[in-house]
C-alpha cells in the first residue's frame, strides 16, 4: 500500500475529496496546490497508516522508511535545500491533520530540522541571527512539549525569567543574543528533566515527531473532543510533513488567520487577524494582541496598530484575491492560516469556517442570493441542531444592564451564570444543574469539558480567533473573550475590574453579541424570526413532505409552537394537566375512591376543568389536527405524600386520612412503569377515560360553534399491546362522542388512535389497526420496553455504553435505528396492510432530533413531532431528509 502522497512544485496526489485518507488539513493543502495557489511543497501519510501504527503496536513498516525519504527528497528538490545540511537546512513542520478539523486537540512541530549546526547555517542563509535562534527556541520547546512530553511550564518560565531581566515586555523585543542564550537554558533544561541531551540528528527528531503526531490522536483531550463531537475513534489521523515558511523574519514577514466572512455573523467581508513577526501559534495564542486584516475592521474596533491593509498594501490585496478565489472554489466560507515570509505569501491551510448558526444562516442564503449554490443546497447548508442557539432568547434591550467590563464578542448569545474559575468546578457545578460562566484569562484544548458544561465563556486575554472564540463557536456557546482589564486572581477566588470584585459564586451575565459583561442576571427577551430565518424556513418547507406537529399541553406551548411552523399538535399529555394547585385534590379524591360512585363524583368536579383546557388549546389549534393522550402515568404519581396533603383530601371527600393512607399504601408498585397505567388503568376504570372523552369533544364543540373552526381531535390510547384492550376503549371514546354530539347537535370528525410504545403492540400491529385510526410511535417507552433500559436508571451505564460503542449514540437521544427503528419499520408495515390509509406519527423526544426524522423520512411516516422549540429543527431536519 502507498501510505506516503505528495503535494507542491505542480505535483498534486490528492485533493478535497480524499479527506478520509489524508485528513482535511492535507487533502485541502493538495488541493489548494493543484489550483496554483502559493503552497510551500510537502507530503501527507495517510491515516491508514495511523490505524496500521496503532494495530502493529505503535510501530512503523519499513516501507514507509523510504516512502517518507522519498517524500523529504521531494521537498529538497522543489526549495533547493537539503534536510540537514549545515550550511543551508531545510526545516519542516509535522503537522496534524484528521478528517474532520478538531482545533487544538492535536500536536504539529515546527521549525523541525534544526540543531546546534544547522542553526548557523540558516542564520547565514537568510543573514538573520535573530530570526535563526528565535525559530530554534521555538523548536526545542515544541519538541519537548509534544515528543519528549516535558513540562512546558519549565521553558515558559524561562523565557519570562529571560524578558524580565532585561526588562523587555514582548517576545519580540529579544535580540539575537538573547534568543542563544535562552537557546543554552533550553539545553539544560532538557539535559535536567529528559536527563539526554536534545537530540541533534534531524532524521531521528522526524521519525519521533511522526510518531508523536500519532500518538496524539489519543491524547486524552483528543479523546473527549471526539466523544463530545461524535467523531469514530477509530478514523486516524495523517500527518503532513511541509517545508516551512517563516513569518518570524522581521518587519515584512507575518503570520496570520482569517476567514473569508465574519463566522460570528456571517457578514460578507474578509474577516481575521494577523500578526507581524511571529510564526505559527502566535495569533491564536495570544501572546500579542493580534491586528486587524482589513481597514474596516481596525476603524470599526478603533484599533492603533495598523491593519493588514495598510501595513503591507500589496501583499494583502494578493491574500483578497486568493480569499475570492477560494471561496468561488469551495463555494462556501473558508477559514484560512497564511504566512507572509518577506513579503512572499504563503498558504498553509483552507478549510470549511465553523460559524455560529446566525452566520451559517446568513451565509447560506447570502450564497444563494450570489448564485453561488442553489435554494436546496442553502437549506441543506444549515445544521438542524444549531439552530437552537437562535431560537433562545437574547437580553432585553430595555433591562438595566450592569457593566462591568467589555471584551470582543467571540461567540453571540446571551448567558447568566455563577462565576467559576476552572474547568472541572465548571462540570461539577452543571452536574448539579447550576448555571455557570467559566472565566479564565485564557483557554486552552484542556478546559474543553469546562466550556461545555458552562452557559457560557469569559477570558481575558486572545482575540477572535482565540481557542476560546473558536470553540466557543463550535458548540454554540456564548462567549467574550480578550476582556483586557479583567484581572483574574483564580486562586483567591476573584477577578477585579478596577476597583470592583466579582467573587466565585456571584452571578454574572456575557451578551456575546456585544462583547458586555455585566454584574447581575440580565432578563432575556424572545428572538426575531423573520429576515433570514424566515427565508430558511421558507425554502425548507418547499422540500419537506413529513408534517411537523407539537408536544405540548399548554396554550401558551402551543402558541410558541404555531409560530414556529407546527401543524398540529402530536402528543398532548393530559396528566400534566391533572397536576394544577386548584385541581390535585379532585385528583386524589379520584385515585383514592373506594369505588365507583365515589370516583364518579371526583371525576365530575375535574370534568369541567379539563373541557377549559382543552378548549384554550383548541382556540389556538383550530382546524389542526390535535393528538389528544388520554391518561397514561401509574396513579402513584399523584398520590398525596405528606400529612397536609392527606388532610385536605380527607376534608374534600369526608373520608378519614387513616383510610387514605391505607388506599395509598394499597396502590404502592414495586415497578410502576410496567406496572398499572396507560390503558390499563381505562380498562379498570372506564369513567376516567369517559370523562376526558367527553371534555374533548365538548371542548371542540364549543370552539367550532365559537369560531367556526372545529380542531380535529386524534384521541390516543397509550400502552395498548392487544387490540381487545383497544376495542374496550375505543368504545368509551365513541360513546362519548355519540353523547356529546347528540345533545350538542352536531358532529365534529376526530379519529381514534393508540400509540404504539410497547414491542408486542409493533408487532401485532396488523390486528391493531383494524381498530387504530392511526399509530403514534411513542418512541421514549418504545426504547425502554425494547431495550429493557429504565429511561429513569440509564443515566448510571449509558455513557459507558455510548464509549464503549454499545450503541452508537443515547438510544433515547438519538432513535437505535437499527432495533427500535426495524420494530417501527414492521408497525408501519403491517398497520398500513390491513388499513392503507392509516395515519403514522411519531411523538418521542426523538421527533426533534435530526438523525431520527432522517430515519422517520425512510420509513415515509406523515408527521414528526416535537417539543415547541424544536419545531424549526424538524422541519429543517425534515427537508435534509427529503432533499
Ligand atoms: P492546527 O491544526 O492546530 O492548526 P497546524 O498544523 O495548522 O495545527 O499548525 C499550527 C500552526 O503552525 C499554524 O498556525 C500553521 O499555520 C503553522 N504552520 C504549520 N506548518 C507551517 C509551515 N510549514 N510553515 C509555517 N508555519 C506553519
Ligand atoms: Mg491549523
Ligand atoms: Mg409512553
Redesign the pocket.
Given at each position: 500500500t502507498k501510505y506516503v502522497y505528495r503535494f507542491g512544485g505542480g505535483i498534486s496526489e490528492g485533493g478535497s475529496g480524499d479527506k478520509n485518507l489524508l485528513g482535511g488539513?492535507g487533502a485541502n493543502l493538495a488541493e489548494m496546490a493543484s489550483i496554483g495557489l502559493p503552497v510551500?511543497p510537502?507530503f501527507t501519510i495517510s491515516t491508514e497508516m495511523c490505524t496500521r501504527y496503532y494495530e502493529e503496536g505503535e510501530t512503523f513498516p519499513d516501507s514507509l522508511r523510504q516512502e517518507v525519504a522519498d517524500g523529504v527528497a521531494h521537498i529538497e528538490k522543489i526549495t533547493g535545500k537539503t534536510f540537514g545540511d549545515p550550511s543551508d537546512p531545510l526545516l519542516?513542520?509535522v503537522?496534524?491533520?484528521a478528517r474532520v478539523?478538531m482545533?487544538?486537540m492535536?500536536d504539529?512541530v515546527?521549525n523541525l530540522g534544526l540543531n546546534d549546526e544547522t542553526v548557523e547555517g540558516l542564520a547565514k542563509k537568510a543573514d538573520d541571527e535573530r530570526f535563526a535562534w528565535d525559530s530554534y527556541r521555538r523548536f526545542i520547546q515544541m519538541y519537548c512539549d509534544v515528543v519528549l512530553g516535558l513540562d512546558h511550564g519549565r521553558f515558559e518560565e524561562a523565557l519570562e525569567i529571560a524578558k524580565e531581566d532585561r526588562g523587555y515586555n514582548l517576545d519580540t523585543e529579544m535580540t539575537a543574543k538573547d534568543w542563544r542564550a535562552l537557546v543554552d537554558e533550553y539545553k539544560e533544561l532538557v539535559k535536567e528533566m529528559w536527563e539526554k541531551p536534545f537530540p541533534q540528528d534531524v532524521n531521528d527528531q522526524l521519525w519521533t515527531a511522526i510518531g508523536a503526531v500519532f500518538g496524539s490522536w489519543n491524547a486524552e483531550r483528543a479523546k473527549v473532543y471526539r466523544r463530545l463531537n461524535d467523531i469514530p475513534g477509530d478514523w486516524g489521523t495523517a500527518v503532513?510533513v511541509?517545508?516551512?515558511?517563516?513569518?518570524n523574519m522581521g518587519e515584512t514577514s507575518a503570520?496570520g488567520?482569517a476567514f473569508t466572512r465574519d463566522p460570528s455573523t456571517g457578514e460578507k467581508g474578509y474577516y481575521g487577524e494577523f500578526l507581524i513577526n511571529a510564526?505559527?501559534?502566535d495569533?491564536?495564542a495570544g501572546i500579542r494582541t493580534p491586528q486587524y486584516l482589513t481597514k474596516a475592521a481596525r476603524a470599526k474596533a478603533g484599533a492603533k496598530p495598523l491593519s493588514m491593509e495598510e501595513a503591507m498594501p500589496a501583499t494583502y490585496a494578493e491574500l483578497a484575491e486568493v480569499f475570492a478565489k477560494l471561496e468561488n472554489h469551495y463555494r462556501d466560507m473558508q477559514d484560512i492560516?497564511?504566512?507572509v515570509e518577506r513579503e512572499h505569501l504563503?498558504m498553509?491551510?483552507t478549510r470549511t469556517g465553523k460559524r455560529t448558526a446566525k452566520a451559517a444562516l446568513k451565509i447560506a442564503i447570502d450564497m444563494a442570493g450570489e448564485g453561488l449554490i442553489s435554494q436546496d443546497e442553502a437549506v441543506l447548508r444549515v445544521d438542524p441542531a444549531a439552530l437552537d442557539q437562535l431560537l433562545h432568547p437574547t437580553l432585553d434591550p430595555e433591562a438595566h444592564r450592569d457593566v462591568l467590563t467589555k471584551g470582543l464578542p467571540a461567540s453571540p448569545g446571551a448567558a447568566s451564570g455563577k462565576v467559576v474559575f476552572d474547568a472541572d468546578t465548571a462540570e461539577k457545578a452543571a452536574a448539579n444543574g447550576e448555571a455557570v460562566i467559566l472565566v479564565r484569562i485564557e483557554t486552552s484544548p484542556e478546559d474543553i469539558h469546562g466550556m461545555h458544561a458552562a452557559k457560557g465563556i469569559l477570558t481575558a486575554r486572545g482575540g477572535m480567533t482565540s481557542h476560546a472564540a473558536v470553540v466557543a463557536r463550535g458548540m454554540g456557546r456564548p462567549c467574550v473573550s480578550g476582556a483586557g482589564t479583567l484581572s483574574i486572581k483564580a486562586k483567591e477566588g476573584v477577578m477585579r475590574v478596577g476597583s470592583r470584585e466579582v467573587k466565585e459564586g456571584d452571578i454574572i451575565t456575557i451578551d456575546g453579541a456585544t462583547g458586555e459583561v455585566m454584574v447581575g442576571a440580565v432578563p432575556t427577551v424572545q428572538p426575531e424570526l423573520a429576515g433570514d430565518f424566515g427565508t430558511l424556513m421558507e425554502w425548507a418547507d418547499k422540500g419537506r413532505r413529513l408534517k411537523v406537529r407539537t408536544n405540548a399541553e399548554t396554550p401558551t406551548d402551543c402558541q410558541t409552537a404555531r409560530d414556529f411552523g407546527a401543524e398540529g399538535i402530536g402528543l398532548c399529555r393530559t396528566e400534566h394537566m391533572f397536576f394544577d394547585a386548584g385541581r390535585i385534590t379532585a385528583v386524589r379524591q379520584m385515585i383514592l375512591a373506594e369505588d365507583e360512585a365515589e370516583r364518579r363524583a371526583a371525576l365530575d368536579k375535574l370534568l369541567p376543568e379539563q373541557r377549559g383546557d382543552f378548549t384554550q388549546i383548541f382556540e389556538v389549534m383550530a382546524g389542526l389536527p390535535c393528538t389528544i393522550r388520554l391518561l397514561d402515568p401509574p396513579l402513584h404519581e399523584f398520590l398525596p405524600h405528606e400529612d397536609g396533603e392527606f388532610s385536605e383530601v380527607a376534608k374534600a371527600t369526608g373520608v378519614d386520612v387513616e383510610t387514605l393512607k391505607r388506599r395509598a399504601g394499597e396502590l404502592h408498585e414495586f415497578n410502576p412503569m410496567l406496572g398499572h397505567r396507560g390503558c390499563r388503568l381505562g380498562v379498570t376504570y372506564p369513567e376516567i377515560y369517559e370523562m376526558q372523552a367527553r371534555a374533548i369533544f365538548e371542548a371542540a364543540c364549543d370552539v367550532a360553534d365559537k369560531s367556526g373552526e372545529a380542531p380535529i381531535p386524534e384521541v390516543m390510547i397509550p400502552l395498548v399491546a392487544t387490540k381487545k384492550e383497544l376495542d374496550l376503549m375505543k368504545a368509551v371514546v365513541v360513546a362519548a362522542a355519540k353523547a356529546v354530539f347528540e345533545e350538542r347537535g352536531r358532529t365534529i370528525d376526530y379519529l381514534v388512535g393508540t400509540m404504539i410504545e410497547l414491542p408486542r403492540a409493533a408487532l401485532m400491529a396488523g390486528k391493531i389497526a383494524e381498530t387504530a385510526e392511526f399509530f403514534s410511535f411513542g418512541t421514549n417507552d418504545l426504547t425502554q420496553t425494547a431495550l429493557g433500559v429504565s429511561r429513569d436508571d440509564a443515566g448510571r451505564f449509558l455513557s459507558t455504553y455510548v464509549e464503549k460503542g454499545i450503541y452508537p449514540r443515547d438510544p433515547f437521544v438519538s432513535l437505535d435505528v437499527e432495533g427500535v427503528g426495524e420494530l417501527i419499520e414492521i408497525a408501519a408495515e403491517r398497520g398500513r396492510a390491513t388499513r392503507p390509509d392509516i395515519k403514522l406519527g411519531i411523538c418521542g423526544e426523538h421527533g426533534g432530533d435530526p438523525a431520527s426524522i432522517a430515519f422517520c423520512e425512510k420509513t415515509g411516516l406523515n408527521y414528526v413531532s416535537a417539543s415547541p422549540y424544536r419545531v424549526p429543527i424538524a422541519r429543517l431536519a425534515a427537508a435534509q431528509a427529503a432533499l
Amino acid at each position: 500500500t502507498k501510505y506516503v502522497y505528495r503535494f507542491g512544485g505542480g505535483i498534486s496526489e490528492g485533493g478535497s475529496g480524499d479527506k478520509n485518507l489524508l485528513g482535511g488539513k492535507g487533502a485541502n493543502l493538495a488541493e489548494m496546490a493543484s489550483i496554483g495557489l502559493p503552497v510551500p511543497p510537502g507530503f501527507t501519510i495517510s491515516t491508514e497508516m495511523c490505524t496500521r501504527y496503532y494495530e502493529e503496536g505503535e510501530t512503523f513498516p519499513d516501507s514507509l522508511r523510504q516512502e517518507v525519504a522519498d517524500g523529504v527528497a521531494h521537498i529538497e528538490k522543489i526549495t533547493g535545500k537539503t534536510f540537514g545540511d549545515p550550511s543551508d537546512p531545510l526545516l519542516v513542520s509535522v503537522r496534524s491533520g484528521a478528517r474532520v478539523s478538531m482545533p487544538g486537540m492535536m500536536d504539529t512541530v515546527l521549525n523541525l530540522g534544526l540543531n546546534d549546526e544547522t542553526v548557523e547555517g540558516l542564520a547565514k542563509k537568510a543573514d538573520d541571527e535573530r530570526f535563526a535562534w528565535d525559530s530554534y527556541r521555538r523548536f526545542i520547546q515544541m519538541y519537548c512539549d509534544v515528543v519528549l512530553g516535558l513540562d512546558h511550564g519549565r521553558f515558559e518560565e524561562a523565557l519570562e525569567i529571560a524578558k524580565e531581566d532585561r526588562g523587555y515586555n514582548l517576545d519580540t523585543e529579544m535580540t539575537a543574543k538573547d534568543w542563544r542564550a535562552l537557546v543554552d537554558e533550553y539545553k539544560e533544561l532538557v539535559k535536567e528533566m529528559w536527563e539526554k541531551p536534545f537530540p541533534q540528528d534531524v532524521n531521528d527528531q522526524l521519525w519521533t515527531a511522526i510518531g508523536a503526531v500519532f500518538g496524539s490522536w489519543n491524547a486524552e483531550r483528543a479523546k473527549v473532543y471526539r466523544r463530545l463531537n461524535d467523531i469514530p475513534g477509530d478514523w486516524g489521523t495523517a500527518v503532513n510533513v511541509q517545508a516551512m515558511v517563516f513569518g518570524n523574519m522581521g518587519e515584512t514577514s507575518a503570520t496570520g488567520v482569517a476567514f473569508t466572512r465574519d463566522p460570528s455573523t456571517g457578514e460578507k467581508g474578509y474577516y481575521g487577524e494577523f500578526l507581524i513577526n511571529a510564526q505559527g501559534e502566535d495569533v491564536v495564542a495570544g501572546i500579542r494582541t493580534p491586528q486587524y486584516l482589513t481597514k474596516a475592521a481596525r476603524a470599526k474596533a478603533g484599533a492603533k496598530p495598523l491593519s493588514m491593509e495598510e501595513a503591507m498594501p500589496a501583499t494583502y490585496a494578493e491574500l483578497a484575491e486568493v480569499f475570492a478565489k477560494l471561496e468561488n472554489h469551495y463555494r462556501d466560507m473558508q477559514d484560512i492560516e497564511f504566512t507572509v515570509e518577506r513579503e512572499h505569501l504563503w498558504m498553509l491551510q483552507t478549510r470549511t469556517g465553523k460559524r455560529t448558526a446566525k452566520a451559517a444562516l446568513k451565509i447560506a442564503i447570502d450564497m444563494a442570493g450570489e448564485g453561488l449554490i442553489s435554494q436546496d443546497e442553502a437549506v441543506l447548508r444549515v445544521d438542524p441542531a444549531a439552530l437552537d442557539q437562535l431560537l433562545h432568547p437574547t437580553l432585553d434591550p430595555e433591562a438595566h444592564r450592569d457593566v462591568l467590563t467589555k471584551g470582543l464578542p467571540a461567540s453571540p448569545g446571551a448567558a447568566s451564570g455563577k462565576v467559576v474559575f476552572d474547568a472541572d468546578t465548571a462540570e461539577k457545578a452543571a452536574a448539579n444543574g447550576e448555571a455557570v460562566i467559566l472565566v479564565r484569562i485564557e483557554t486552552s484544548p484542556e478546559d474543553i469539558h469546562g466550556m461545555h458544561a458552562a452557559k457560557g465563556i469569559l477570558t481575558a486575554r486572545g482575540g477572535m480567533t482565540s481557542h476560546a472564540a473558536v470553540v466557543a463557536r463550535g458548540m454554540g456557546r456564548p462567549c467574550v473573550s480578550g476582556a483586557g482589564t479583567l484581572s483574574i486572581k483564580a486562586k483567591e477566588g476573584v477577578m477585579r475590574v478596577g476597583s470592583r470584585e466579582v467573587k466565585e459564586g456571584d452571578i454574572i451575565t456575557i451578551d456575546g453579541a456585544t462583547g458586555e459583561v455585566m454584574v447581575g442576571a440580565v432578563p432575556t427577551v424572545q428572538p426575531e424570526l423573520a429576515g433570514d430565518f424566515g427565508t430558511l424556513m421558507e425554502w425548507a418547507d418547499k422540500g419537506r413532505r413529513l408534517k411537523v406537529r407539537t408536544n405540548a399541553e399548554t396554550p401558551t406551548d402551543c402558541q410558541t409552537a404555531r409560530d414556529f411552523g407546527a401543524e398540529g399538535i402530536g402528543l398532548c399529555r393530559t396528566e400534566h394537566m391533572f397536576f394544577d394547585a386548584g385541581r390535585i385534590t379532585a385528583v386524589r379524591q379520584m385515585i383514592l375512591a373506594e369505588d365507583e360512585a365515589e370516583r364518579r363524583a371526583a371525576l365530575d368536579k375535574l370534568l369541567p376543568e379539563q373541557r377549559g383546557d382543552f378548549t384554550q388549546i383548541f382556540e389556538v389549534m383550530a382546524g389542526l389536527p390535535c393528538t389528544i393522550r388520554l391518561l397514561d402515568p401509574p396513579l402513584h404519581e399523584f398520590l398525596p405524600h405528606e400529612d397536609g396533603e392527606f388532610s385536605e383530601v380527607a376534608k374534600a371527600t369526608g373520608v378519614d386520612v387513616e383510610t387514605l393512607k391505607r388506599r395509598a399504601g394499597e396502590l404502592h408498585e414495586f415497578n410502576p412503569m410496567l406496572g398499572h397505567r396507560g390503558c390499563r388503568l381505562g380498562v379498570t376504570y372506564p369513567e376516567i377515560y369517559e370523562m376526558q372523552a367527553r371534555a374533548i369533544f365538548e371542548a371542540a364543540c364549543d370552539v367550532a360553534d365559537k369560531s367556526g373552526e372545529a380542531p380535529i381531535p386524534e384521541v390516543m390510547i397509550p400502552l395498548v399491546a392487544t387490540k381487545k384492550e383497544l376495542d374496550l376503549m375505543k368504545a368509551v371514546v365513541v360513546a362519548a362522542a355519540k353523547a356529546v354530539f347528540e345533545e350538542r347537535g352536531r358532529t365534529i370528525d376526530y379519529l381514534v388512535g393508540t400509540m404504539i410504545e410497547l414491542p408486542r403492540a409493533a408487532l401485532m400491529a396488523g390486528k391493531i389497526a383494524e381498530t387504530a385510526e392511526f399509530f403514534s410511535f411513542g418512541t421514549n417507552d418504545l426504547t425502554q420496553t425494547a431495550l429493557g433500559v429504565s429511561r429513569d436508571d440509564a443515566g448510571r451505564f449509558l455513557s459507558t455504553y455510548v464509549e464503549k460503542g454499545i450503541y452508537p449514540r443515547d438510544p433515547f437521544v438519538s432513535l437505535d435505528v437499527e432495533g427500535v427503528g426495524e420494530l417501527i419499520e414492521i408497525a408501519a408495515e403491517r398497520g398500513r396492510a390491513t388499513r392503507p390509509d392509516i395515519k403514522l406519527g411519531i411523538c418521542g423526544e426523538h421527533g426533534g432530533d435530526p438523525a431520527s426524522i432522517a430515519f422517520c423520512e425512510k420509513t415515509g411516516l406523515n408527521y414528526v413531532s416535537a417539543s415547541p422549540y424544536r419545531v424549526p429543527i424538524a422541519r429543517l431536519a425534515a427537508a435534509q431528509a427529503a432533499l
